[in-house]
């Protein structure tokens, strides 16, 4: 199978909404009047975003997915994306549930492929995406990292911390049941981009950012980038991981016992989540649940943002914890 | 150095154009009313599109450069681009001057860097490109490959083949003197994207494309989009080759003779030329002309576009030659 064979059997599909798709040096994209372009890229290495042993379907899933969290981040509607694929092999096997689970969840969200490039190389997966964002008066809804208000309530949707957890499983370092694992693993090999609750929250939300490093690195630009500070309850972060639900901690029943203090760690600095952390007045808060009921998301309350820097970490006592855990960095 | 103070420190410059550059979760661009986005993605990977040992300030301005040249074979009008970079390790002494090499053909062409991704991994470099095409009444003026026309003159910009001449002493296959070497390696290493051209061209070439593949797989391309044959002059061809110039053919006296069949694979089916192939009627010849000398950009004119479908090749004196040559295939 040559190159232009791959692209024509996995890749091709008539465009829908792009004025032209793939098939020429450019895709062409025509933005609708009183509108912007969001563009987000995101690129996955074997061995560093994945397991060379992960199901391909649900690989082509993540990698477009991860992708789609950005968009969501600046309440942007999806509207097409790029593909560049560094192949070790052009293998039937491995292409076409890849491109199956890659169209699956670009179907879903009407978001078109319209170009990219193959190549010959070590397993790698760029995509670049494209979202609308509405201006009005002159103004873009977009959701930015640096809105954030003093007296912001500090908002985290659906769970953390699992992808983490059922990465430690993989590596060998612990062993839970394997309902946990389950629970765990799916949010770890295919997560929900929460594109519906991002549109839901335009207009609702001072700030947001997708948490993909760890929920407290994540936070780390918000608060740099809006110049303020920010108090986390622990006890409420915690509770945010799904597989937690499945187990009783603390007590060795795993055969590695998994303390407080480790749940706490996935929690506020696992990564790989892809879940929106958000911010907005308390006036808003019924609006916050409606944007959550009509997205049918999660969203769960776990902090205030203040005027003062810096981040502060307490519990349900409001005792202060020491801040020891640092987001993912590729390079550190 | 860490993953942010890498972009920081080498990536991130202030948004000129853009609504909003790095350093959120999307990037946002706001088209010009009555334009339309032309977009392309090109990956490079150690080993298939670059040398371990290439100057990284090339490297950097090459990257940019395949992707400027498929805005230019669309006629768009660069404006930003997205870079995703894997890389083995955060290195000062990479990229810097990969960077630098980067930034000034960005900066030579208004097109500014406004997102991306930074990654540990084997070295990738993805690129995507954004450029600005008008729409006049409702038509877009991007130039496409589907416009070819029998009668149409069939042009190829600059020179082809030199490329290929330069990555055969690299691999050690042939030995030339020094002078021929330099020509070659500068267009192997240092691509000239045709911009400039391709915006001349907007309203007079009828179909164009980028020769990246060989100029015969490329127009191969044209010929099957637009529903066309062509009869190109494989003469015509040879003259393209730069290097060329600094020798005698067929003389055996740079060790490794060089035939003239040889030289003609190289400007036929070389690949890595970043050249418009392009069609226009014969009534445009002053204007196409006028197009080459506005943009300082040599254009020959190889052949004739006809309606009875396939590839001829002649020589000066019309004899038919046969076509032995294939286009680069990654996957082939």
Not at 145 to 156: E, I, P
């Amino acid at each position: 199978m040559g190159e232009f064979d791959l692209i024509e059997r996995y890749f091709k599909r008539p465009a829908k909404r792009a004025a032209l798709g793939v098939g020429d040096d450019c895709a062409l994209l025509q933005p609708r009047p009183g509108t912007q372009l969001a563009i987000s890229s995101d690129m996955l290495v074997e061995g560093r975003h994945f397991l060379s042993t992960v199901d391909p379907f649900k690989l082509g899933h993540k990698a477009l997915a991860v992708n789609l969290s950005d968009l969501a981040a600046c309440g942007a509607q999806p509207l097409a994306f790029t593909l560049a694929l560094a192949l070790p092999q052009a293998d039937d096997a491995w292409l076409a549930p890849f491109s199956r689970g890659l169209l699956a969840l670009a179907d879903l969200h009407g978001c078109e492929l319209i170009g990219g490039d193959t190549t010959q190389g070590p397993l790698n997966i760029c995509i670049t995406v494209f979202g609308e964002v509405p201006v009005v008066q002159g103004r873009s809804q977009a959701l930015l990292r640096s809105g954030a208000q003093a007296g912001d309530d500090l908002y985290v949707s659906g769970t953390v911390g699992d992808a983490r957890l059922a990465l430690e499983v993989f590596r060998g370092t612990l062993s839970v049941p394997e309902s946990v694992f389950e629970t765990a693993r799916s949010r770890l090999e295919a997560p929900t981009p929460r594109v519906a609750l991002g549109l839901a929250l335009r207009g609702i939300a001072t700030a947001a950012i997708d948490v993909s490093d760890g929920l407290l690195g994540d936070l780390g630009h918000v608060l740099k980038q809006s110049g303020v500070g920010a108090t986390v309850n622990t006890d409420s972060a915690i509770t945010l991981i799904a597989a937690r639900a499945h187990c009783t901690c603390g007590t060795g029943q795993f055969g590695t016992e998994i303390l407080p203090d480790q749940w706490l760690a996935w929690a506020l600095a696992g990564g790989d989540d892809y879940e929106l952390l958000f911010t907005a007045p308390p006036s808003a808060r019924t609006l916050v649940a409606l944007a959550a009921q009509i997205s049918q998301t999660r969203v769960t309350c776990i902090g205030q943002i203040e005027a003062t820097p810096g981040l502060r970490l307490v519990d349900d006592q409001a005792k202060p914890l020491a801040n020891r855990w640092h987001a993912f960095d590729h390079f550190a």
